[in-house]
Every structure is written in structure tokens, then in C-alpha cells.
């Protein structure tokens, strides 16, 4: 099946830094979708992006399916943004998805 | 508004008892999910289905059960054959038209002593 790198595992944030989260991905996908966990456990979807770009206010996620990565950006970082991000991918028309095991950010103040 | 309710949030169970979590949902989807979350981990597929009265198993099914009587009702039986039931349990939707946003209910937390 297919598999879903994340990267990095972890990554602690001053406020109002940016970064740049990625997503690998083993074979071809017609479905890539990026989740917020917070810490409550809520998880809500960021982006439905099999390719292309899309923006979200402070967040942007980038596709390239030709060579299977995807990137969450996310600007001017706020304790809010804390929590695990999840890639999730996938194929055929299911709706089915594999997720990565997810990037653990942490902002502070 | 329109949403996922998963209940209950927290369920304490003994071993050896089955248990059934709800998920409802009106947001008129066709497709349901059911997840599974271990502490530090990504999510699982557990079962899922695209239509009533019909569901397929995902990758970790055994030990669990499922039905789809009504387009916005999908509950998971977690059965005494599933020897690691003590999870965090998702429930999602979404339309089938094509793929289409994934969207998740809160939530619940099964503890098995």
C-alpha cells in the first residue's frame, strides 16, 4: 500500500516564526488532505489538495503529485497553530486515506 | 449546523464486554468512516461505507463490527475479540462525488480494564 512520510516529527515555534511542514508519498495519489489535531483531539481539515496550491489565510499547502511530496506552510505562527498536523493521501474513489504519522508543533510565546 | 456527533466522549469498559460508540451525522454524506487513533500515532481505517446497508473492512477490522441501516448513522461495535480496544475512536464523512474533504467528529476515548 501506499506509504506517507512526515517531516520533521517535532518542531517547537517562537511566536510569529514560520515554517514548512512535508509530506512524502510512495506512489500516485488523487487525494491528499492536510489536518490540524488540536490538543483536545478535534481534528479539522486545513486542505483538500491532490495538486496545485491553495491559501488559507496564514497557511498554504503546495502539491507537486509528479514527484509525490506536498508542503504546509504556515506563516506568522500563533500558540493556536500547536498541535499535530496530518497528511493524509490516497487513490482510486474510495475516499478511503493512509495518514502520515503527523508533525507535533509546538509554539510558544 | 450541520456536523458529526460522535458519543459518548468517554467510555470505560471491562474486558471481555462489547461495546457500541455512535456516530451520526447531517451533513447529507454518502461515504462514513471509522478511524482509529493510538497515543503518538496517525489514524487507522477501521471499516467503512459508501451507501447503506453496504461497508467494507479497512485495514485493522478484526475485532469490530459495524452497520449502515440510515444514511447518517454508522456505529462501531468494538468486540470482545479485539485484544487492544483501549483507543481514541473517529468517526468521518464525506460526499462521494469524486473525493471530497474528509470531515471528523470529536471524538471517543474507550479506556478497557
Known amino acids: 500500500g501506499i506509504q506517507v512520510e512526515q517531516s520533521p516529527p517535532d518542531l517547537i515555534l517562537q511566536e510569529g516564526a514560520n515554517s514548512t511542514l512535508r509530506c512524502n508519498f510512495s506512489?500516485?495519489?488523487?487525494?491528499l488532505q492536510w489536518f490540524h489535531q488540536n490538543p483536545w483531539g478535534q481534528l479539522i481539515n486545513l486542505f483538500y489538495?491532490?495538486?496545485g496550491t491553495k491559501q488559507n489565510g496564514r497557511l498554504s499547502a503546495t502539491t507537486v503529485a509528479t514527484e509525490r511530496y506536498s508542503l504546509l506552510y504556515i506563516s506568522s505562527s500563533q500558540t493556536t497553530d500547536s498541535g499535530v498536523y496530518f497528511c493524509a493521501v490516497g487513490g482510486g474513489n474510495t475516499g478511503k486515506l493512509i495518514f502520515g504519522q503527523g508533525t507535533t508543533l509546538q509554539v510558544k510565546p | 449546523d450541520g456536523g458529526i456527533t460522535q458519543s459518548p466522549k468517554y467510555l470505560f469498559r471491562k474486558e471481555g464486554q462489547n461495546v457500541t460508540l455512535s456516530c451520526e451525522q447531517n451533513?447529507?454524506?454518502?461515504?462514513m468512516y471509522w478511524y482509529r487513533q493510538d497515543p503518538g500515532q496517525g489514524l487507522r481505517l477501521i471499516y467503512y461505507s459508501q451507501i447503506v446497508n453496504d461497508f467494507q473492512k479497512g485495514d485493522i477490522a478484526e475485532g469490530y463490527s459495524v452497520s449502515r441501516e440510515k444514511k447518517e448513522s454508522f456505529p462501531l461495535t468494538v468486540t470482545s475479540a479485539q485484544k487492544n480496544p483501549t483507543a481514541f475512536y473517529l468517526c468521518a464523512s464525506s460526499r462521494l462525488t469524486g473525493n471530497s474533504p474528509l470531515h471528523f467528529g470529536n471524538g471517543t476515548r474507550l479506556t478497557v480494564t
Open positions: 489538495i491532490p495538486s
Open positions: 451533513l447529507n454524506h454518502d461515504a
Open positions: 506512489d500516485s495519489v488523487n487525494n
